[in-house]
T-cell receptor, first 110, second 114 residues
Framework: QKEVEQDPGPLSVPEGAIVSLNCTYS??????FMWYRQYSRKGPELLMY????GNKEDGRFTAQVDKSSKYISLFIRDSQPSDSATYLC??????????FGTGTSLTVIP | KAGVTQTPRYLIKTRGQQVTLSCSPI?????VSWYQQTPGQGLQFLFE???????NKGNFPGRFSGRQFSNSRSEMNVSTLELGDSALYLC?????????????FGAGTRLSVL
């Protein structure tokens, strides 16, 4: 079983839509949860970082962690064409090992 | 603060050759991790170095090796290149500590093996 599972998509939405991206993880010991955005031919850039459970909001982005279900989500409100990218979820424990999902490809159509 | 710098950005090699990739972490970061990214497999963890010591290792053959210098800069070497080694190689740095341990990525080195 992989540590993190992520639906690869691709996901295509019209501009202004709410986007929901999701991952599940296997080990309840994971405490750090991250979302990265990767544009074509670039390295991943950190978008959101959450410790333990709960929600975190940053502008149009909201990260949600449900540790009871081992489920993490990223919501994008009022999606823009510039949000078109691949989104990677990542989990980590205090052992300094990071595990990444395979990424979800998102296209926002103007 | 400068980000993670990887050189070179692009490389073309032929089968059987070897290659060395370089990574300069964010100033103050002591942990450097290397990943291989391919369309089918996503991000695959190669290894992590912390204070010049390999601390974690992924499931890659011994042809893949690395090292870290006293200034935290890291190099990754791949010997006897195979066609399947064509990928984007990403380096990520972090403070390596227990708390607030977030990885920041470089732009990557795109390796093509012909």
């Amino acid at each position: 079983q992989k540590e993190v599972e992520q639906d690869p998509g691709p996901l295509s939405v019209p501009e202004g839509a709410i986007v929901s991206l999701n991952c599940t993880y296997s080990n309840s010991a994971f405490q750090y949860f991250m979302w990265y955005r990767q544009y074509s031919r670039k390295g991943p850039e950190l978008l959101m970082y959450t410790y333990s459970s709960g929600n975190k909001e940053d502008g149009r982005f909201t990260a949600q962690v449900d540790k009871s279900s081992k489920y993490i989500s990223l919501f994008i409100r009022d999606s823009q064409p510039s949000d078109s990218a691949t989104y990677l979820c990542a989990v980590s424990n205090t052992g300094n090992q990071f595990y990444f999902g395979t990424g979800t490809s998102l296209t926002v159509i103007p | 603060k400068a980000g993670v710098t990887q050189t070179p950005r692009y490389l073309i090699k032929t089968r059987g050759q070897q290659v060395t990739l370089s990574c300069s972490p964010i100033s103050g970061h002591r942990s450097v991790s290397w990943y291989q990214q391919t369309p089918g497999q996503g991000l695959q963890f190669l290894f992590e170095y912390f204070s010049e010591t390999q601390r974690n290792k992924g499931n890659f053959p011994g042809r893949f090796s690395g090292r870290q210098f006293s200034n935290s800069r890291s190099e990754m070497n791949v010997s006897t290149l195979e066609l399947g080694d064509s990928a984007l190689y990403l380096c990520a740095s972090s403070n390596g500590g227990v708390r607030q341990n977030i990885q920041y990525f470089g732009a990557g080195t795109r390796l093509s093996v012909l």
